[in-house]
Nanobody, 122 residues
Framework: QVQLVESGGGLVQAGGSLRLSCAVSGSIFSIYAMGWYRQAPGKQRELVAAITSGGSTNYADSVKGRFTISENNAKNTVYLQMNSLKPEDTAVYYC????????????????WGQGTQVTVSS
């Protein structure tokens, strides 16, 4: 059983900050990358930020300079620090584990968190 549990969402005023957390549990043989996605009403889900097993990161242009993805391997947790939030950042944010194997010879799967609502008011 691989589970991703998210926390940290909420309501914040424009210009404020939030930190999202994604705790990963279960036996994992290997993983390619962790990422944060978001989906606003009526829009497609989009990649916000990702971090690979090698530590490299990439961000959507809309959040560069404002959001930071990081991980704490000892705590099996991935974070998304969101600063200078804008109303257009309002969405449900999902944590994703990409290219996960639970055994050396097994299938490769994606796993998703339940999503956490981020609402930025103005």
């Amino acid at each position: 059983q691989v589970q991703l549990v998210e926390s940290g969402g909420g309501l914040v005023q424009a210009g404020g900050s939030l930190r999202l957390s994604c705790a990963v549990s279960g036996s994992i043989f290997s993983i390619y990358a962790m990422g944060w996605y978001r989906q606003a009403p009526g829009k497609q889900r989009e990649l916000v930020a990702a971090i690979t097993s090698g530590g490299s990161t990439n961000y959507a242009d809309s959040v560069k300079g404002r959001f930071t993805i990081s991980e704490n391997n000892a705590k099996n947790t991935v974070y998304l620090q969101m600063n200078s939030l804008k109303p257009e950042d309002t969405a449900v944010y999902y944590c994703n584990a990409d290219g996960v194997k639970t055994r050396s010879w097994g299938m490769i799967n994606n796993y998703w968190g339940q999503g956490t609502q981020v609402t930025v008011s103005s």
